[in-house]
């Protein structure tokens, strides 16, 4: 663990990975530049957008940190290209968020207040909804922490987390292959292995999602691909934790399909998924990120 990351010393670096919403980046670009306490580096990720980000972000946010991917690498692409910037910026804390994510201005500083106080590897923030309801989508599981004001957490979304940039190191990169859901849930297992992580309520942010759950449709494929590649080829969970998780999913998989208007696509990409997830295990970060799409994208 490294040594102890107060707001006044901290070289926080943020990261906001983002592809064809140039309207939501801006509001998100917009609430963290009006944090109590800004980040010192801003990197967007920008991933092969056509929608005029590049052009946003040079009238508007010019003294963001930019990188742009050769094509579009989702969102484990992003925050694997994004977490490797960061490091090399040297960075001492990591703010991790997507591009409909609106932090509230004290968000950052609350964050960084529990790092000082406590020393997690990560802390998360309460992810709400427009409605100000807690996001479903973004909502962990808690347990007591000992710690006032404070839950424990085992995993995080990538919607508003600080992690220490010396476990991240420890740790490494997400998975990019992974290419969108559960790449979070993987990296966040991993990294929490072990180390402490700790849900801030008093860090709030808003995840502007058209509705707080929706029918996965044709994405449910990275769902049970990437969840098969996490109980199969990663070492996120302890061997007692794999029940526990197998069985939380194989709930959740239900429920997806008990809410679906169409089961037949679920069931086809459901096969899909199994099939891709035990065939093959995902690419290294290096040809995911400076190579082209695998075949099905």
């Known amino acids: 663990m490294s040594e102890l990351v107060r707001q006044e ?7 906001v990975v983002t592809h064809d919403r140039r309207d939501l980046l801006a509001g998100a670009l917009a609430a963290i530049g009006a944090q109590t306490r800004v980040p010192d580096v801003v990197v967007v990720v920008d991933n092969a957008s056509s929608d005029g980000t590049a052009e946003l ?10 990188l742009r991917l050769p094509y579009n690498t989702g969102g ?39 790092f000082g106080r406590y020393r997690p590897a990560l802390a998360a923030s309460r992810v709400v909804w427009t409605d100000g309801r807690d996001h479903p989508m973004n909502t962990p599981r808690t347990r007591p922490a000992g710690i006032p004001g404070h839950a424990r957490i085992r995993s995080a979304s990538f919607v508003s987390v600080l992690a220490d940039a010396a476990a ?16 979070d849930f993987e990296y966040t297992l991993r990294l929490l292995r072990g180390r402490l992580g700790l849900l801030c309520p008093d860090s709030v942010v808003v995840h502007r999602t ?26 996120c969970l302890a061997p007692g934790e794999r029940l526990l998780y197998a069985g939380s999913t194989v709930r959740r998989w239900a429920r997806a399909f008990a809410g679906s208007t169409d089961r037949p696509r679920l069931a086809r990409e459901l096969g899909r998924g199994l099939w891709a997830g035990l065939r093959a295990g995902p690419r290294p970060n290096a040809a995911v990120l400076t190579g082209r799409p695998a075949p099905g994208r």
């Open 210 to 235: 058209a509705s707080p759950s929706f029918d996965p449709g044709a994405r449910f494929f990275y769902e049970v691909r990437n969840k098969t590649w996490l109980f199969t080829r990663s070492a």
């Open 76 to 114: 484990a692409g992003g925050f694997a290209a994004g977490i490797a910037r960061a490091l090399e910026l040297d960075a001492t804390a990591l703010w991790l968020m997507d591009d409909d994510t609106v932090p509230s201005p004290g968000a950052l500083a609350a964050l960084l207040s529990t």
């Open 9 to 15: 010393d901290a070289y926080v670096v943020a990261v």
């Open 57 to 66: 972000l040079e009238s508007r946010f010019p003294d963001v940190d930019l």
């Open 168 to 183: 991240v190191r420890e740790c490494g990169l997400p998975v990019a292959d992974y290419f969108l859901w559960n790449d």
